[in-house]
T-cell receptor
Framework: DQQVKQNSPSLSVQEGRISILNCDYTNSMFDYFLWYKKYPAEGPTFLISISSIKDKNEDGRFTVFLNKSAKHLSLHIVPSQPGDSAVYFC?????????????FGQGTELSVKP | ETGVTQSPTHLIKTRGQQVTLRCSSQSGHNTVSWYQQALGQGPQFIFQYYREEENGRGNFPPRFSGLQFPNYSSELNVNALELDDSALYLCASNHAGTDYGYTFGSGTRLTVV
């Protein structure tokens, strides 16, 4: 039962253009969503988050949009840079007594070409 | 620098053996979580410890157990290793009450043969 899904295993974008990574979830009890970036041989690095009471959160080149009615969130990176090439994970939390459990999607590998 | 260190970085064990993985959390972080990441998948939550007590557990059998110590270090123990336990094991720490931006270590790559 995959509660958080990232349906695109990979995405290729030209440098300077926008990268849009998508994530869908099934459980309406989730109240907090996060994006992590992972380089090979490193642990995931926290990128940006959004609470379910908001529909947008922006931090520099990164913006996360949340559409609760569609149970969908997306991460926009503008402009994309070659250093953004990594695997991006969407994660969700907030299931009551689950003690801080994060539920991750399968990841999307972003490749930004110069 | 992530502030969370894990050891060892790689480990090979035989089926049926026991293994202990170690994590040193970022100073001041009183919450530590462990995750298992299989190849091509996202991390899966194993359990979380807060002030040395387990306060959340994912869908993993009891042969996965843990400890958290007062000095911000923690352990993940796995008994009776199975081939499917081969994965990257990630430790993540946070200070309870702050945002959910857990700091992850680089992980331990466990191979069971």
């Amino acid at each position: 039962d995959q509660q958080v899904k990232q349906n695109s295993p990979s995405l290729s974008v030209q440098e300077g253009r926008i990268s849009i990574l998508n994530c869908d979830y099934t459980n309406s009890m989730f109240d907090y969503f996060l994006w992590y970036k992972k380089y090979p041989a490193e642990g995931p690095t926290f990128l940006i988050s959004i609470s379910s009471i908001k529909d947008k959160n922006e931090d520099g080149r990164f913006t996360v949009f949340l559409n609760k009615s569609a149970k969908h969130l997306s991460l926009h990176i503008v402009p994309s840079q070659p250093g953004d090439s990594a695997v991006y994970f969407c994660a969700a939390s907030g299931l009551g007594n689950q003690g801080g459990k994060l539920i991750f999607g399968q990841g999307t590998e972003l490749s930004v070409k110069p | 620098e992530t502030g969370v260190t894990q050891s060892p970085t790689h480990l090979i064990k035989t089926r049926g053996q026991q293994v202990t993985l170690r994590c040193s959390s970022q100073s001041g972080h009183n919450t530590v979580s462990w995750y298992q990441q299989a190849l091509g998948q996202g991390p899966q939550f194993i359990f979380q410890y807060y002030r040395e007590e387990e306060n959340g557990r994912g869908n993993f059998p009891p042969r996965f157990s843990g400890l958290q110590f007062p000095n911000y270090s923690s352990e993940l123990n796995v008994n009776a290793l199975e081939l499917d336990d081969s994965a990257l094991y990630l430790c993540a720490s946070n200070h309870a009450g702050t945002d959910y931006g857990y700091t992850f270590g680089s992980g331990t790559r466990l191979t069971v043969v």
